[in-house]
């Protein structure tokens, strides 16, 4: 692994739970992940599985209801949770930037464009008004959004959905922060559009040597854009690799029925197969390996005991398969 | 036998509103010079980015939107002379399923009251014992089981929803399935499963389906045909297998190379097609020439009009399928 210093972000068995009327019920159990300088992460799992959950607690942004538990994350050594809130302000936006999933809801309808940017550039740095919208418009030139001049006056109405992810990425990028998280950036966007955005991310990620943590449910993006992928089902991690090896041999029977349910472009194929079954609701009390229940290959110990994270080549994975047979991976 | 869909020449635009004597311009029309044909026992996909026609086209055919001029014939009926009694009869052999399952299923009804809502209305299977056997079968056949009929929607998860959507819409024994991206809305790891089932569901029932998806890899594994939707036209149609492996029009090419693939070495090489705005269209009559790099201001005057350039493979492009060489993004 990499040295001490070269860890730019670090969590430590961070966990997350809801309140409700039935009581308090852990959606996140116990996530543990390093991310190195510069390097891009992938965070891949079904709806309900705790990505996003993840994603607001790395910031502390979760809804009323929803508490960290326990568990420590660290942004370049400092401990986030436990910043108090002037300097967490501080870092939200300048150190860290966030893009959320739904373009349409998360700008300002009755504020322009130009607006909204300058304004998180004013409240970070001590620029003047006119340096903030000069950069504001090299920002939306950047992001490839024309006229910016003209442009940065209309609001967001007057943008198409791609257009206004676009201008969520400048007003996340307009401070060169250390680490971007990005919660399913592309989802509500068409493929051309999708690969314009993900090609400018990464364009701005070695320029800048951000680091990012990309949360999606498209495997097909994370062969794209990351180096290291994590895999969460249930709350739990069960599978943590670099990207290569995780697409050469994923040794977790959900990532490997993950990729093989994927429509290929590449085949033709007459029936595909699927994985049986739903993932589980948040919450949803249980025993043993949270993935058992569709599990093709499980066993009693499966639905008994929780596998530990085994760890074996620099790769870790929540299988009882891995102590079974160190040859049962198979691909 | 009729031809359960034959689209010719159709035109639609939305009226605009308005006083009529200040606008001075016609309204821009959605729907241009469409023919297409959708044969017995055939799955036809219409492929496109968000906002080119596809879901007009499916409101058309369903006979929930009017169209201007041209004709529309469903199962050998104008859709245009239809009395209010022929729509209702229609509706026995045309069903539909939406995208969103969250959206489409009314909350407030059980899986029971939604499913025998379709013969309520067109008084089939009066007697309940009856009744109580086609239901059983009906859940069955979408891999749902009896007991799921007393619940409500909000007690299922998206897959199983989409599931109850598929039954309803087969309720009625249709001879044409209109699917408006019926996975879009899933998890990988069920959207297989759903279209597994869709493939099954139309063997084995004998329908003819028109497709919706802006997914080539979703709509290569279901449909026999494909037509490429830019602008309110359709600009290439061929076999599936014969679209993937030889696009002809620059568009069906660019929207391929934007398909990220989940392998990371493969996704490394692939380069998108650049697809931004280059220059005016100008008189241009191909809806695609402001994006197109293969434009060529003289050859691009001619009227836009689809060709057939090689057996059942139909391309509007005035300068692309005469060239020999093979695309870079062909499958």
Same mark, same amino acid.
């Given at each position: ?255 490997? %029925? ?29 025993? #043993?390996?949270? *993935? ?40 | ?16 509103? %308005? ?43 369903? #006979? ?21 009694? %022929? ?10 399923? *939406? ?28 007697? %309940? ?26 007690? *299922? ?175």
């Amino acid at each position: 692994m990499n040295a001490r210093e070269d860890i730019l972000l670090s969590v430590e068995d961070l966990r997350v739970s809801f309140r409700s009327e039935e009581g308090k019920t852990e959606v996140l159990h116990g996530l543990s992940y390093r991310l190195p300088k510069g390097k891009v992460l992938a965070v891949v799992g079904e709806s309900g599985c705790g990505k996003t959950v993840h994603a607001l607690s790395l910031l502390n942004l979760l809804p009323s209801g929803g508490e960290i538990a326990a568990g420590h994350v660290y942004y370049q050594g400092k401990d986030v949770l436990s910043l108090p809130p002037q300097e967490l302000r501080r870092l939200r936006g300048a150190e860290i930037a966030m893009i959320f999933q739904d373009p349409m809801t998360s700008l300002n309808p009755i504020r322009t464009v130009g607006s909204q940017i300058t304004e998180t550039i004013l409240a970070h740095t001590d620029c003047t008004k006119l340096q903030a919208r000069a950069r504001a418009m090299r920002l939306l030139k950047q992001v490839g959004i024309e006229n910016p001049r003209k442009r940065m006056d209309e609001y967001p109405f007057q943008f198409s959905g791609g257009q206004r992810q676009r201008i969520m990425i400048a007003m996340a990028l307009c401070l060169t922060p250390g680490l971007l998280i990005a919660d399913e950036p592309t989802t509500a966007l068409d493929v051309t559009i999708q690969a314009q955005i993900l090609k400018l991310i990464k364009n701005l990620q070695q320029k800048n040597h951000m680091s990012a943590v990309f949360i999606t449910h498209n495997l097909a993006i994370v062969a794209d854009i990351a180096d290291e992928v994590l895999v969460l089902y249930g709350g739990y991690c069960v599978e943590e690799a670099r990207a290569d090896e995780l697409f050469a041999k994923p040794l977790h029977p959900y990532t490997q %029925g993950l990729l093989h349910s994927l429509v290929s472009l590449k085949r033709k194929e007459e029936h595909l197969p699927a994985i049986e079954g739903y993932p589980p609701a948040p919450g949803t009390p249980k025993e #043993g390996c949270p *993935f058992a229940p569709r599990c093709p290959r499980a066993w009693d110990k499966c639905h008994d005991r929780l596998p530990p994270l085994f760890e074996k080549n620099g790769r870790r994975v929540r299988c009882w398969l891995q102590e079974k047979d160190d040859n049962s991976g198979r691909n | 036998m009729t031809t359960p869909v034959e689209i010719e020449h159709l035109y639609k635009s939305y009226d605009r509103g %308005g006083v009529k004597f200040w606008s001075r311009t016609e309204a821009k029309p959605v729907l241009e010079d469409i023919s297409l044909r959708v044969g017995e026992r055939e799955i036809l996909g219409l492929v496109g980015e968000s906002g080119c026609g596809k879901t007009t086209l499916a409101k058309v055919v369903l #006979g929930l939107e009017k169209y201007q001029s041209g004709s529309v014939k469903v199962n050998g009926l104008e859709l245009k002379e239809l009395t209010k009694a %022929g729509f209702k009869k229609l509706r026995r052999q045309v069903q539909v399923v *939406f995208q969103d399952p969250y959206s489409s299923l009314d909350p407030r009804q059980t899986v029971r009251q939604i499913l025998c809502e379709p013969w309520d209305i067109h008084a089939l299977y009066a007697d %309940g014992a009856q009744r109580e056997n086609a239901l059983r079968e009906l859940v069955r056949a979408v891999g749902l089981d009896a007991a799921h009929l007393n619940r409500y929607p909000h007690e *299922f998860s998206g897959g199983q929803r989409q599931r109850i959507a598929i039954a309803r819409a087969l309720a009625l024994e249709p001879k044409l399935l209109v699917a408006d991206e019926p996975v879009s809305a899933l998890d990988v790891s069920v959207q297989a499963q759903i279209l597994n089932l869709l493939k099954d569901i139309s063997r084995r029932r004998a329908l003819s389906m028109l497709f919706i998806s802006h997914d080539f890899a979703v709509a290569r594994f279901l449909c026999d045909r494909i037509a490429v939707m830019y602008r309110g036209r359709v600009l290439e149609t061929a076999p599936a297998e014969e679209l993937l492996h030889n696009p002809q029009h620059p568009y069906t090419e660019a929207l391929l190379s934007a398909v990220p693939v989940p392998d990371p070495q493969l996704q490394k090489k692939r380069e998108p097609v650049e697809t931004k705005t280059q220059r005016k269209r100008g008189s241009c009559p191909c809806p695609y020439a402001a994006r197109c790099r293969y434009y060529q201001a003289a050859q691009c005057r001619v009227p836009l009009e689809l060709k057939q350039t090689q057996e059942g493979h139909f391309c509007a492009c005035a300068v692309l399928p005469f060239q020999k060489e093979k695309s870079l993004y062909a499958v």
